[in-house]
């Protein structure tokens, strides 16, 4: 996160060159990326601990307040696109207090710099987690803007949660399912032990229902995308 937001400010005036973007909304863009990356630790600490009913609960937060954010904004006669991103900011900025609130009333955490060779492997496959769904939507959303227009834009932006948002979505369920599981001392082994086994056929239905629902979607949706 501080890597990024670092990032952001040195490379902020050549990318609202480039975007054409206001200082205005590039703030607002900033100060979304950085709320989202608190939100991902925030909420990622609570499913850590073993609370999955709390983490269904900040997401949950985090879609009410939006809407009830933009259902205001929109009741009081504000209809610029700045406010659909202050909506997220409000929204993704109360779930992430709550989940923060939560995993600091278990008390003070502490800091065992022993952990940090366990953890990094986790940090690096979480990184791409995360990079390579934005380095599609950015770059494509940008490209899309410049060469065609706000439609064509939509209409990208719409592809993209029909497809990755999906596979995100059934990514996290298995993940929610796959980690307590795991997690147990006792099955810890075996379960493992288990998951390695079936790892080539899982690999292999995963592009094969990859490759089938994206043809679908082209077949239902059209060839533009």
Not at 16 to 21: H, I, M, N, P, S
Not at 62 to 88: P, Q, R
Not at 119 to 131: D, E, H, N, R, S
Request: contains cysteine.
């Amino acid at each position: 996160t501080v890597l990024c937001l670092a990032a952001g400010v040195l490379f902020a005036p050549a990318i609202q060159r480039v975007t054409g973007l206001s200082r205005g909304t590039w703030a607002l863009a900033g100060t979304l990326g950085l709320m989202t990356a608190v939100h991902h630790v925030a909420s990622g600490s609570l499913q850590g601990l073993g609370r999955f009913k709390a983490r269904g609960a900040v997401e949950a937060l985090y879609g009410i307040v939006s809407l009830g954010a933009l259902a205001a904004f929109l009741t009081l006669g504000h209809n610029s696109y700045s406010v659909l991103i202050e909506s997220f900011i409000i929204g993704i900025a109360a779930a992430s207090t709550l989940s923060l609130w939560l995993v600091l009333r278990r008390g003070p955490g502490s800091f065992d710099r022993h952990a940090i060779p366990e953890i990094l492997p986790f940090v690096g496959a979480g990184a791409v987690y995360i990079l390579s769904t934005a380095l599609i939507q950015a770059p494509g959303r940008l490209i899309t803007f410049h060469a065609h227009d706000a439609g064509q834009t939509g209409l990208f932006s719409a592809y993209f949660s029909c497809t990755i948002q999906v596979s995100l979505a059934l990514s996290n369920m298995l993940q929610t399912v796959l980690l307590p599981l795991a997690s147990d001392p006792k099955s810890r082994k075996l379960d493992w032990a288990a998951i390695r086994d079936v790892i080539p056929y899982a690999l292999a239905l995963v592009w094969v229902c990859f490759i089938a629902g994206a043809a679908l979607v082209l077949s239902l949706l059209g060839l533009d995308y």
